[in-house]
């Protein structure tokens, strides 16, 4: 092959306490796709911001073709033709998409206006369907990325690292930003790609470097890769992919849903008439591209949200919305934001742990507060769930996602909940931790819990779920029973079409 | 130059940070003091002596310390539930007028009136934040607004009493209400202006507080409603109730230093000014030092007092005006907000 690109060699990066890249080599060819990939905390954050000039390494080089060079800022890594595609949108969200690629590069009088061509002869070039003219707000997460795509290409990137690029989008989507990626890489650019997801990295990547503990601890072709071989090197243990349980053997229904109508916090029509049922024992699933009504929906089932028509039957009794009470009565609810919600960052993991219970024996007697009870609460659940803290009074915001879900988990799904809402509960999360998240979900669902699980993931809602719905515009199609449903029937659904045909 | 955030800053590196913030502030006072003509060494060793050195100055600063501990220990508390109360002043004033009320139209034997003169003007004061906590807990609006604005009503309130209907009969000109009974007087050590049983009033529940904020659920509540109201919605503890639970302790501790300033010191009711004199907001930063800590007040408190006497002791010395207190304390808090960034941030220079 020819000279790499781009070749680090021996890149460490200290911080107070861990090494977060230890020695790490490797090198990017033209035209190529290199999968990057490691739990969380296994240092690509890390590696990516040292490229794109946000950390300077403590001791290696960055080779780019074969000269060494220094990369003190964003702004010098795209100088030198290195772009980030962030896996959240940077963008302006009043202004237009032209508007937003003007940024910075743009000429002072009608920067907008002026580079409309250099936009369109870039997205024309390789196949990114953008409206210059659209407002950002407006658009849809893929859509966004796409403008992400091109705001690198228009500052001249020779290279571009895709941070969890499609944890946003729908297979669709996702399809789509390969059919893209495809194209660049055609073009001679390198593209770094950084996934969770091992179907989609076998998919697009020609190879792969697996990142253990900030240390490579693996660079294997993608035509020699298994999703197994990979999910041992990232965790170093093997890690099981079989979710599929025995059949649930459904008992009372738990949760009757009818005619459910609500409005979102801006007051529009958020959910219109939806209704469903779901059984002890049953995981059903819910599917939907993010703002199609499973937010509210979650809301007012978890007691945070008023419901305007239609009725909520909850263990026979109509729903109370007071979250409180549900929790007294058997209603777990794994949020989609776990940091803002889950948690209380500045708190300590035991007073996380407490957050539901504080005001109950053996946690409190009468008004006061037992340290020791905290103490012994989180010291068992930190066993219990393996929740990787220095200690149960060190603050959540110095855990990572992984650790933060298991604290809600742990506090969750402590008792036996009748009804578990989950939404989203492995975003972001790696392999490892995404195991044990499901792990912890299906045995609840064999103990006897209903489970509505939200996501966004296709195949974890295909691996877990007995039924899945899927919400559009505020309408619940299904739920459907799983057998014999298609990641593309659910795309199709998720964006308007119907099983038909 | 770089900068690096450090999530988990040492107690040392907080410690120094703060330590240095006050060098600073120290240092640019002195320019001050310079350009007033006063060499800044002699400034300094003078408000030394004037205050730590000297017993009279030691009861100056205990009297000084008094308001600020009853007042910054309830802020403490109204900023860790992220009620951010900045109509102490207000609160002081109300408390002292209702105090007065008490004193002098409620003809009580003496071991009753003390006591029911705390209990009135903690409720009054209560009630002063209450109007705030209220609007913010059921329609959202920003308490910082509506404290402020709270301070020039209770300032006026208290004008319209001093001169209009509460005027003294027997002091003719001046705009202050009769001398309170003696019953209503509060004991001071012997030679100086420390109403000590404020004073012990003001330690004791800065330690209370504490206690409650973090030994009990309703501080559990208060924290979670403050670090984070999202997740106490979720959690299902009610935010509203919450933060007038807030209102109520800080209003309500500084309608009790309202009551020690005009039961132990002035001994009737007179303008609002000079009966705050800025205590409500240097409460702020004695707050603000304390780190949301409420028996740390007490320290802090006496910190600033120090400032306070010391000011005294510089308009003495100088001719100064007293006012350079509030230079002072601005520069503090200036500094020491600073320096919270550099507490939480690394230099690194170089590539």
Redesign the interface.
């Known amino acids: 092959m020819a000279e790499p690109l781009l070749r680090l060699q021996n890149i460490t990066k200290r911080f107070?306490g861990v090494v977060a890249n230890d020695g790490v080599s490797l090198e990017v060819y033209p035209g190529e796709v290199l999968a990057l990939l490691g739990e969380n905390g296994a240092g690509k954050s890390t590696l990516v911001s040292i490229l794109y000039g946000l950390y300077?390494p403590d001791a290696g080089q960055i080779l780019l073709e074969g000269r060494p060079v220094?990369i003190?800022s964003p702004l010098e890594a795209l100088r030198l033709g290195i772009g980030l595609v962030p896996q959240h949108p940077m963008l302006v969200g009043r202004h237009t998409v032209a508007e937003n690629l003007a940024l910075g590069i743009g000429s002072p009088l009608w920067p907008a206006r002026r580079i409309l061509p250099l936009i369109e002869r870039i997205a024309q070039g390789y196949g990114l369907e953008i409206n210059p003219m659209a407002r950002i707000a407006d658009l849809s997460p893929g859509e966004k990325q796409r403008v992400e795509i091109v705001r690198a290409l228009l500052r001249g990137a020779r290279m571009l690292v895709l941070d969890e690029p499609t944890s946003v989008l729908t297979p669709q989507e996702a399809q789509a930003l390969f059919r893209v990626m495809q194209e660049l890489r055609q073009a001679g650019k390198s593209l770094i790609f950084i996934s969770h997801k091992l179907e989609e990295v076998l998919a697009v990547a020609d190879r792969c470097v697996v990142l253990r503990r900030g240390r490579v601890v693996g660079s294997l072709a993608a035509s020699e890769a298994s999703r197994e071989k990979l999910a041992l090197l990232m965790v170093g243990r093997n890690v099981s992919f079989e979710r599929k349980r025995k059949p649930a053997e459904l008992g009372q229904v738990v949760l009757q849903v009818e005619g459910l109508k609500a409005r979102s916090s801006r007051g529009a029509v958020a959910l219109r008439e939806v209704s469903f049922e779901l059984r002890a024992g049953e995981v059903l699933g819910l599917a939907g591209v993010a703002g199609n009504g499973q937010s509210e929906l979650v809301e007012v089932l978890?007691?945070?949200r008023r419901l305007e028509g239609g009725q909520v039957v909850l263990a026979g009794q109509p729903l109370e919305p007071?979250?409180?009470?549900?929790?007294e009565q058997g209603l777990a609810?794994i949020?989609e934001?776990r940091i803002?919600?889950?948690?209380?960052?500045?708190?300590s993991v035991a007073?996380n742990l407490?957050?539901?219970t504080?005001?109950r024996p053996p946690l409190?007697r009468g008004?006061?507060?037992q340290?020791a009870a905290y103490r012994a609460l989180a010291q068992e659940r930190i066993q219990a769930l393996g929740i990787a803290t220095p200690s149960p009074a060190t603050?959540t915001?110095?855990l990572s996602g992984g650790n933060i879900q298991k604290v809600i988990l742990a506090r969750e799904l402590a008792g036996s909940p009748r009804l578990i809402l989950a939404v989203h509960p492995t975003y972001g999360l790696d392999v490892g931790a995404t195991e044990l998240v499901h792990q912890a979900l299906l045995e609840k669902a064999q103990q006897g819990a209903a489970v509505l699980l939200v996501s966004e993931d296709l195949e974890e809602l295909l691996a877990l779920c007995d039924r899945i719905g899927v919400l559009y515009q505020g309408r619940l199609k299904g739920p459907f029973a799983v057998e014999g449903l298609s990641r593309e029937q659910l795309g199709l659904l998720m964006t308007g079409g119907s099983l038909a045909a | 130059m770089?900068l690096e955030y450090?999530?988990?800053p040492s107690p040392w590196r907080q410690t120094a940070a703060a330590g240095l913030a006050i060098l600073a502030a120290l240092g640019v006072a002195g320019l001050v003091f310079w350009a007033y003509g006063v060499p800044p060494l002699t400034a300094y060793a003078t408000l030394l002596r004037g205050t730590l050195a000297d017993p009279n100055g030691w009861a100056e600063v205990l009297r000084r310390a008094i308001p600020l501990i009853l007042v910054g220990a309830g802020l403490a508390l109204a900023f860790r539930a992220q009620f951010y109360n900045i109509g102490a002043e207000g609160q002081i004033a109300i408390g002292a007028t209702a105090a007065a009320g008490v004193a002098l139209f409620w003809p009580l034997e003496a071991p009753w009136m003390l006591p029911a003169m705390f209990l009135v003007g903690f409720l009054a004061g209560a009630a002063y934040a209450l109007v705030a906590a209220l609007l913010r807990a059921g329609l959202g609006v920003n308490e910082i607004l509506t404290t402020l604005m709270l301070n020039y009503t209770a300032y006026y309130l208290v004008q319209y009493l001093v001169q209009g209907p509460w005027r003294g009969r027997s002091l003719f000109g001046f705009a202050f209400t009769d001398p309170f009974p003696p019953q209503a007087v509060l004991p001071t050590l012997p030679g100086t202006l420390v109403h000590w049983p404020t004073l012990v009033l003001g330690v004791l529940l800065a330690l209370l507080l504490q206690f409650l904020l973090s030994?009990?659920?309703?501080?559990?509540r208060l924290?979670?409603v403050g670090?984070?109201p999202?997740?106490?919605?979720?959690?299902?503890?009610p935010v509203g109730p919450t933060l007038l639970v807030a209102g109520l302790i800080t209003g309500g501790l500084a309608g009790l230093a309202g009551v020690g300033e005009v039961a132990g010191i002035h001994k009737k009711l007179l303008d609002s000014g000079d009966i705050t004199l800025g205590y409500g907001f240097s409460a702020i930063i004695v707050a603000y030092l304390a780190r949301g800590q409420p028996a740390w007040a007490i320290l802090t408190a006496f910190l600033m007092a120090v400032l306070f006497a010391g000011g005294d002791v510089l308009k003495v010395a100088f001719q100064m005006p007293f006012r350079v207190v509030d230079v002072f304390s601005g520069l503090f808090l200036l500094f020491l907000i600073a320096s919270d960034f550099f507490a939480q941030h690394r230099v690194r220079w170089g590539?």
């Open positions: 107070p300077r220094q003190g978890a007691g945070l007071d979250p409180a009470r549900l929790f609810h949020p934001d803002q919600m889950g948690t209380v960052p500045s708190l007073e407490a957050l539901r504080f005001h409190a008004w006061l507060t340290p603050p915001r110095l | 770089r450090l999530p988990s030994r009990t659920t309703l501080g559990f924290r979670v670090a984070n999202q997740a106490a919605r979720y959690a299902g503890i590539r």
